[in-house]
């Protein structure tokens, strides 16, 4: 493992903005995270775990080291004749476990195909979409403390997931370095369709749902169709969480703004976000290097010179817009650098 200076960024996120790193190193196991957390470079210096780079905004150079995780591996640990428990390293692609589960006829993450980035990520954000969230097939999260080198494993219960949150997203943010996830998924079929916009794709398209490599499917051309390819024009998919609202607020905007689409979650009310910024005007509209998307109004864009600072500047003025049309906070998903 070398640790070099002053490593340039821009191919490491999916914004492709220009950074550079003062210290990068890339691990590729965890004999060389065990030599990575005893190293002056590492112990004395701020430090950035990357995976895929797709939630990450830069802006400015990281005046510390950046890890990019690369460990990989995907094992069944234990399977019955109704669930199966496999285990993921955490530099593995999110999708290409989905593929090795849905191959397998497996049944849990198929909903969640094609969110980008690693696995290490999935429990950080509890990434969610299309009805389902990672905490729903969770196990255990398998960890390492920086400061330490000991390993820990975390439990469902013990990760707090929340609304795309958890433990390792707040109050042991930097802490723990993730090696491992496990998941708990089913043999027999555990057909998620609850989200009306999958449900309705497969009936339009006459898709009969025979095995998860179905959903999965449906699902990977519904994001295709509307999320852009970060190779092709920069951007971290989804810049905003979606904005949750008690009863009496949802009541109030209701009266004032009655085609407003909500779903029922956790006892909460969930209003789409994109629909908010789209009713605000910004939905395709471009400013100077950045832009809202013109498919998805939660997707901010990098036409090729964008910096940091400039995405955040859109951002705000459209968390300002949202505020003022609605009376809602609008909260970035991504993680600024």
């Not at 790193?21 to 590492?42: G, H, I, M, S």
């Not at 339009?204 to 852009?228: F, G, H, Q, T, W």
């Not at 939905?283 to 090729?304: C, I, P, T």
Request: glycine share 8%.
């Amino acid at each position: 493992m070398k640790i070099h200076k002053d490593y340039n960024l821009s191919g490491l996120n999916t914004f492709g903005l220009a950074a550079k790193a003062k210290f990068f190193a890339e691990v590729n196991n965890e004999e060389e995270l065990r030599k990575l957390f005893v190293d002056p470079l590492f112990t004395e210096n701020t430090r950035l775990f990357l995976g895929k780079g797709s939630n990450i905004l830069f802006t400015k150079d990281f005046d510390g080291i950046v890890i990019l995780n690369k460990i990989q591996g995907i094992e069944v640990l234990r399977e019955n004749t109704k669930t199966v428990l496999v285990k993921s390293m955490s530099g593995v692609i999110w999708h290409d476990l989905v593929v090795f589960t849905t191959k397998r006829g497996y049944w849990g993450i198929e909903n969640l195909s094609l969110i980008p980035g690693t696995v290490g990520a999935a429990p950080m954000q509890n990434i969610g979409a299309y009805g389902a969230e990672l905490r729903n097939v969770l196990e255990s999260v398998e960890t390492f403390d920086v400061k330490t080198g000991e390993k820990r494993i975390f439990n469902k219960e013990e990760c707090e997931f929340g609304y795309r949150d958890s433990i390792f997203k707040n109050k042991l943010k930097n802490r723990y370095f993730i090696s491992a996830v496990v998941l708990k998924l089913s043999k027999f079929e555990k057909k998620n369709l609850t989200y009306k916009i999958l449900a309705d794709y497969l009936n339009k398209n006459k898709v009969e749902v025979k095995n998860s490599s179905d959903i999965s499917k449906a699902v990977a051309e519904i994001r295709c169709s509307k999320l852009p390819d970060p190779k092709l024009i920069g951007n971290a998919g989804s810049f905003f969480k979606n904005v949750f609202v008690g009863e009496n607020k949802f009541n109030e905007l209701m009266k004032i703004f009655p085609d407003m689409p909500h779903f029922e979650e956790d006892n909460m009310i969930k209003v789409p976000a994109g629909w908010l910024i789209e009713q605000c005007g910004w939905k395709g509209k471009r400013v100077g290097n950045v832009g809202v998307h013109e498919r998805q109004a939660l997707v901010l864009v990098n036409y090729g010179e964008a910096t940091g600072r400039e995405i955040i500047e859109l951002a705000n003025k459209i968390i300002a817009s949202v505020k003022e049309k609605f009376g809602l906070e609008l909260t970035p998903e991504v993680n600024i650098v």
